[in-house]
């Protein structure tokens, strides 16, 4: 009797998340859909869901399949019930030509790939001391100078960057600043550092509160000779111009992974919020670029996605009170407003870039980070 019990719950349970999940479906989804060149999975998952992120939940993977995760152009993927919860399965032809799809769009992010890295020092990285025949600027098959490389051998290549800006956790508020080639700070923005309060005061006080300092890649460069604590580096690529000053990493082999699918966000920080929007502008909009202040340490990877809120105005209550003094000191906080979704597609231990997926306000730099389908 028990097991019977039991057997009716479990199936009644399986029954009713079943139906749950299908009023995750879009009214309008479609029985069936030929993958197209350009697509990308959250613009096709958004063609059969509400939530685009729960893209995994629905996918019915061919366990025959190399990489069954992976959709290519000319699949055609179908949407089947089994055991009342609907699934996604797709056919296509055996032999797969072209690229497979991505989460998001590779040309809207490929310079945050490619170009940008995040490290959280920068003083202790080798750097360039000086170019060939005292030349200012330097360019493909040139020579650069190199202090600072130890243990290493000729044949490595290693790319040349340049700071651009930290990533600092205030006691209000995280914030940005301008960085010269040093890696110091071109300029204090005391509004900026007075609204987020400085360096947290929790953090270790030679580490300023840093979240990290992002670096932008000039040129890559092959290490030929090495003479006491001095590597010769040629450059290899006509890149951006090199200066004397600018820092040396190792050359990623893999720099990035862009086969990850989206998921979404459980664990949040309680600080996690915007720290900067891409291209130096004030707002961000749907494809655009801006970096978190959450990483791989906070558990966040790539496919996380979050969605984004504005905190709500602190209005004085003008009806309770009767003169204007007495309700500019009775604020009422207010709902926090709904910007839209970002997903992440690269992480670094205290930061991550993310693509704005959707919105119907804009993002602005402070804005607050929550689940993605969070309702307040």
Do not use: C
């Amino acid at each position: 009797m028990l097991k019977r019990l039991l057997a009716v719950f479990t199936a009644t349970f399986i029954a009713l998340a079943g139906i749950a999940f299908a009023a995750e479906l879009r009214q309008d989804h479609p029985s069936t859909y030929v993958v197209r060149k350009g697509d990308t999975l959250w613009d096709i998952s958004a063609k059969f869901l509400q939530k685009p992120w729960l893209w995994p939940e629905i996918w019915q993977a061919n366990p025959q399949v190399k990489n069954p995760h992976r959709i290519y152009p000319g699949d055609v993927l179908s949407l089947v019930y089994i055991g009342g919860r609907p699934y996604l399965s797709s056919s296509g032809p055996q032999i797969k030509t072209g690229d497979a799809i991505g989460a998001i769009p590779l040309s809207q992010i490929e310079p945050f790939l490619k170009e940008l890295t995040v490290v959280n020092d920068v003083k202790s990285l080798p750097y360039v001391i000086g170019l060939e025949e005292d030349r200012l600027l330097s360019s493909a098959g040139q020579v650069a100078y190199v202090r600072g490389l130890s243990g290493a051998q000729p044949g490595q290549i290693v790319q040349i960057a340049r700071p651009i800006q930290d990533y600092v956790r205030g006691t209000k508020a995280d914030y940005a600043s301008d960085l010269n080639y040093q890696g110091d700070r071109l300029h204090q923005n005391w509004a900026v550092h007075w609204a987020a309060g400085g360096p947290s005061r929790d953090a270790p006080k030679n580490r300023r509160g840093l979240l990290g300092i992002e670096l932008s890649k000039q040129a890559l460069g092959e290490i030929t000779q090495i003479q006491g604590e001095i590597a010769v580096v040629v450059l290899r690529d006509e890149g951006r111009e090199v200066h004397v000053g600018d820092r040396v990493l190792p050359a990623e082999a893999a720099p990035y992974d862009a086969s990850f699918m989206p998921i979404g966000a459980t664990s949040i920080p309680e600080r996690a919020r915007v720290l900067s929007v891409s291209n130096g502008v004030n707002t961000a909009g749907p494809h655009f670029v801006i970096a978190l202040s959450v990483g791989s340490s906070d558990g966040v990877k790539n496919g996380t996605t979050f969605s984004l809120w504005h905190d709500g105005a602190l209005l004085p209550d003008t009806v309770a009170n009767k003169s204007l003094y007495l309700a500019k000191k009775d604020k009422v906080a207010m709902p926090d407003d709904f910007l839209g979704h970002a997903m992440v597609f690269r992480t670094f231990d205290k930061v991550s870039y993310a693509l704005v997926m959707d919105g119907i306000r804009p993002v602005r730099v402070g804005d607050l980070l929550k689940s993605p389908d969070a309702t307040q």
